[in-house]
Nanobody, 114 residues
Framework: QVHLVESGGGLVQPGASLRLSCAAS????????MHWVRQAPGKDREWVSV???????AYAPFLAGRFTASRDNVKDTLSLQMNNLNAEDTAVYYC????????RGPGTPVTVSS
């Protein structure tokens, strides 16, 4: 049974950085592409990034290179380094086994506000 738990969210000022983590268990993590998705208040869930089993990555174009995703296939963890955050990044962030976030964790909230 897939079990995902995100952590690392919080309240930060514009321009700050945050690092999110996701602990995975209950499935063969090292064989799955792993995704980050997010949902802002009042908006649809949107795809952020994917890390393939080999560590290769892809990102949503709107990120403009500010985020970096990575994984540790020994510790079964997924990470998202977020730099130069702005108000539009305010959302609940989820790790997921699919790009639509159907199978996801409970999420960790990120609020960017001055």
């Amino acid at each position: 049974q897939v079990h995902l738990v995100e952590s690392g969210g919080g309240l930060v000022q514009p321009g700050a950085s945050l690092r999110l983590s996701c602990a995975a268990s209950g499935f063969a993590f090292m064989t799955y592409p792993m995704h980050w998705v997010r949902q802002a208040p009042g908006k649809d869930r949107e795809w952020v990034s994917v890390v393939q089993p080999d560590g290769s990555t892809a990102y949503a174009p709107f990120l403009a290179g500010r985020f970096t995703a990575s994984r540790d296939n020994v510790k079964d963890t997924l990470s998202l380094q977020m730099n130069n955050l702005n108000a539009e990044d305010t959302a609940v962030y989820y790790c997921a086994t699919d790009r639509f976030g159907i199978t996801r964790g409970p999420g960790t909230p990120v609020t960017v506000s001055s």
